[in-house]
């Protein structure tokens, strides 16, 4: 069984920065994990993701370039680093594991869940 827990979401302003952590508990040796978000009124888009095997990273065009997934192995941590944000921004924030390890950017590839966390944009 695998549990994820999410942090670092909050209130911030346009162009501030933040960084989100994915802690893992549980067996998430091999698992690529990745981070989704889900706005009001509007369903759960692919962010980014990180693959285990060979920590290879993928992004959804619209964040590529701001926003930067990496993980720390000893901490059992994925981190979702993201800069110059705006409204556009504001949206609960979900990280999830692929015991395939694919990185896919589809979230009926991911076995589990955090509850996410949210992230407001005010401009």
């Known amino acids: 069984q695998v549990q994820l827990a999410e942090s670092g979401g909050g209130l911030v302003r346009a162009g501030d920065s933040l960084t989100l952590s994915c802690r893992a508990s549980g067996h998430t040796a091999g698992y690529a994990t990745g981070w989704f978000r889900q706005a009001p009124g509007k369903g759960r888009e692919f962010v980014a993701s990180?693959?285990?095997?060979?920590?290879?990273?993928y992004y959804a065009t619209s964040v590529q370039g701001r926003f930067t997934i990496s993980r720390d192995n000893a901490k059992n941590t994925v981190y979702l680093q993201m800069n110059s944000l705006n409204s556009g921004h504001t949206a609960v924030y979900y990280c999830a594991t692929d015991s395939f390890d694919s990185g896919s950017f589809a979230s009926a590839d991911y076995d589990y869940w955090g509850q996410g966390t949210q992230v407001t944009v005010s401009s």
């Open positions: 990180i693959r285990w095997s060979d920590s290879r990273t």
